[in-house]
């Protein structure tokens, strides 16, 4: 213990508490007070979200906390985002006039907006004792740093700190038994913006008072951890009941944990963790504090929420996006719909949907590219119409490339209760996602020790990080407080959302990222073509779940679960595969490329083969992922080597009544079908088994082995025009 170096010499020690009288309690006195003697005094004129931070870590340990300030008007100086100055010391020398007498009483003084406990008032006090404390000398224990602030001249006026300590004075946190306290800030004469650390260096560099009030320096951080300058100093020690800020450098537990100057980032990082509960075992954090009961709340109170919705370059699936909005999990009379489409080639898609969007949502806005709004100006049009609107209550703003793919997203964000929550959301497979978990020294992004184990699950909780991006629900509270003016997501020197994140942090609002659950994931929109008609075809390399979404039949997996598939003839087969929406999209590319040959096919059916729309990779990779399941089931040791002999759309025209005629083209292993349009009779006929099988509906395929065993013969199609999708697979 004692490994604080007092200021006096250790033979003097003894006689101190003679010397010092009423400012420290008697000399021998027993081991430290209990808990209920220590009083946590701080200062907030904002309940901030780092103040509602730090109270819940205080209550989390039992501290007894008393707010000074709180809504009075701040005079204490241009600081942007923290509570300093002069202010702050007038304000605890009234709090400190009635208690001067008390000598029973310690009093903790701390800033509280970039202040976290991360340990409990027993050990600290007995921190307190081991450093001079009980009688030992020190009358008031400062936190300490590495640089000398605000007069670095003055560091020359310092005495040497001990080994491996740190030198200067901080003044975000210091303890002492209340007559030591008062009698330092009854010192205090001078104006609210005049510098409170200054007041209390002086007074610390001046040896005599430092000798008569018994000031003393936490070199070691046995107490107050200040992070700026210490960062490196500092890990996260996971242990049962709970993670600890441990200093490597002076191995100890600290538990007043300051993120002073630039290092507000870092604590709001490390208070992912301390005090909120975390262990080596998982856990939530702080998950479940403040939830706002949704369940049972009839439908017409729930909040009113405004989605906003952005298309701003060329994306996929855009359609299905938002059919979507259609079917989240939330009564639409409870919901508004603002929508900017800033790219021409999505107006279409935008434009067929747009009727049933506006009878959906009790009201709609559509802004088009025609208006010309930049992307900036548009979220900012749309996060204004929310906070100028009084009933609007929450402000979804979601972009086209998102797909949430949980109906109930906007439920779970609302349930958690913060001001600002994004879902989490990746690119599937990648590390990419929509939030930054640090952030580098010229504010861009920084990975974050966690920020694997958050994109991959393998930590869930909420966290608060210093960007979020695409997806994210906003209070009104936020909206009109710490976003009530001006422009938020428009700034020359940087993209809306680094404008919106920036501006929050810079309020002190604290932006949350959640991965309790599975949301949805990010569109990958890069590589996409707009400018074919329906670009979306191409996207199952970049895009798997959401081709697979939109293009795989829907009953496609109860081929495996139920058995859904019909074989009419002797190992032919037919079942489900790809949608509607895929047949007429593909018909569509076709009949727009235009260019039908009449090679190699039957009855004069004319041909365009996939290769020349450059469809047949994706084709490729389509049935390497669906095809081989399905031919696992019907010919069991068969292991397609996924190689196409041909694979063309064919267009059978109407043949009244002409007799079979003969396939022709290469012999392949496995010969697939697939419709693509209505059938209008025809099918085909195997003469080996003298079997025939009509032509399946659209999106249903007949599979088949080659010509050694199937030739097959086409049946006349007497009704009109019949598309299909040829593939010979393995030759
Ligand atoms: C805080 O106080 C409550 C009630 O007195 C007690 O149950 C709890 O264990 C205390 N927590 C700590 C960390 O001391
Ligand atoms: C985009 O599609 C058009 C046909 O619609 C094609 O001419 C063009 O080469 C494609 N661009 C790229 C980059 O693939
Ligand atoms: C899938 O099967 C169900 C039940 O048989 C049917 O109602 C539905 O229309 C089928 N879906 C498609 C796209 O054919």
Redesign the pocket.
């Known amino acids: 213990m004692a490994e604080l170096p007092v200021r006096a010499p250790r033979a003097l020690l003894p006689l101190l508490p003679v010397l010092l009288g009423v400012l420290l309690p008697p000399a021998g006195s027993r081991g430290p007070p209990g808990p209920e003697q220590l009083l946590v005094l701080t200062v907030a004129t904002e309940a901030t979200d780092g103040y509602e931070r730090f109270l819940r870590s205080a209550k989390r340990f039992n501290y007894s906390v008393q707010t000074l300030g709180l809504g009075q008007a701040w005079r204490g100086g241009d600081v942007a985002h923290t509570v300093g100055g002069g202010q702050k010391v007038r304000w605890l020398k009234s709090a400190m006039a009635p208690l001067r007498t008390r000598q029973d009483l310690l009093v903790l003084f701390v800033d509280s907006y970039d202040v976290v406990f991360a340990g409990g008032p027993r050990e600290l006090l007995e921190q307190f004792w081991g450093a001079g404390g009980g009688g030992g000398g020190v009358g008031v224990l400062f936190s300490a740093e590495g640089f000398c602030w605000p007069q670095e001249e003055l560091a020359a006026s310092y005495p040497p700190p001990p080994a491996g300590g740190k030198a200067f004075l901080n003044s975000g946190g210091f303890l002492g038994f209340a007559p030591a306290v008062w009698r330092l800030v009854e010192r205090w004469r001078f104006r609210d913006d005049d510098d409170d650390q200054l007041f209390y260096t002086r007074l610390y560099l001046n040896p005599h008072i430092r000798d008569e009030l018994g000031l003393a320096l936490d070199h070691h951080s046995r107490i107050f951890q200040n992070l700026n300058g210490a960062l490196d100093e500092v890990v996260l020690k996971f242990q049962p009941g709970g993670v600890r800020v441990r200093n490597v450098v002076t191995d100890s537990l600290p538990m007043v944990i300051h993120g002073n100057g630039p290092t507000k980032l870092q604590l709001n990082y490390l208070g992912n963790y301390v005090p909120s509960g975390w262990s080596y075992e998982g856990g939530c954090g702080d998950c479940d504090l403040d939830l706002r009961p949704l369940e049972g709340v009839p439908e017409a109170e729930l909040p009113r929420v405004l989605l906003g919705v952005f298309l701003e370059q060329p994306t996929p699936f855009v359609g299905r996006f938002l059919q979507r909005l259609l079917l989240l999990d939330y009564p639409p009379a409870r919901l508004r719909l603002f929508l900017h489409c800033g790219v021409p080639q999505l107006l279409s898609q935008v434009t067929a949907l747009w009727p049933r969007l506006l009878r959906h949502f009790a009201s709609a806005q559509l802004v088009g590219p025609q208006e010309g709004l930049g992307g900036d100006a548009a979220r900012d049009m749309g996060m204004s119409l929310c906070r100028r609107d009084p009933q609007c209550q929450h402000y979804l703003s979601l972009d086209g490339d998102v797909t949430l793919s949980h109906p109930g997203t906007l439920r779970a964000l609302l349930r958690q209760n913060r001001k600002v929550l994004a879902p989490l959301l990746s690119r599937p497979g990648q590390l990419w996602s929509n939030f930054w978990g640090a952030l580098s020294p010229d504010g861009y992004y920084a990975r974050s020790q966690d920020y694997v184990d958050i994109v991959q699950g393998k930590r869930r909780g909420v966290w608060n990080v210093p960007y979020i991006s695409h997806a994210y629900l906003v209070s009104g509270a936020a909206l009109r407080g710490p976003l009530g003016d001006g422009a938020v997501f428009t700034r020359p020197d940087t993209d809306p959302d680094m404008a919106f994140c920036r501006h929050a942090r810079q309020r002190g609002l604290f932006l949350h990222v959640t991965n309790r659950e599975e949301f949805g994931h990010l569109l990958v929109t890069s590589g996409y073509n707009s400018s074919r008609r329906h670009p979306d075809l191409w996207e199952l390399p970049r895009n798997p779940r959401d081709w697979e979404d939109k293009y795989l039949?829907?009953?496609y997996s109860?081929i495996f679960q139920e058995n859904?598939y019909q074989e009419p003839c002797p190992d032919v087969y037919q079942f489900?595969f790809f949608?509607?929406e895929f047949c007429q999209e593909l018909l569509d590319e076709v009949e727009d490329y235009g260019k039908w040959s009449q090679d190699h096919h039957e009855g004069g059916a004319q041909a365009v083969a996939l290769g020349l729309l450059g469809l047949e990779p994706v084709w490729l990779g389509a049935l390497r992922r669906f095809l081989t399941p399905v031919t696992r089931k019907f010919f069991p040791g068969y292991q397609p080597k996924g190689r196409a002999v041909l694979s063309d759309v064919i267009r059978y025209g109407p043949r009244p009544s002409a007799p079979p005629t003969p396939a022709r083209g290469p012999a392949a292993t496995i010969s697939l079908s697939l419709s693509l349009s209505p059938p209008q009779g025809g099918g085909w006929h195997f003469p080996r088994y003298n079997c025939g099988v009509p032509a399946p509906p659209p999106?249903w395929a007949l599979l088949h082995p080659g010509r050694l065993t199937h030739p097959r013969h086409l049946l006349s199609t007497p009704g009109g025009t019949h598309h299909v999708l040829l593939t010979l697979l393995d030759p």
């Open positions: 039949h829907q009953n109860r859904l489900p949608s509607e999106g």
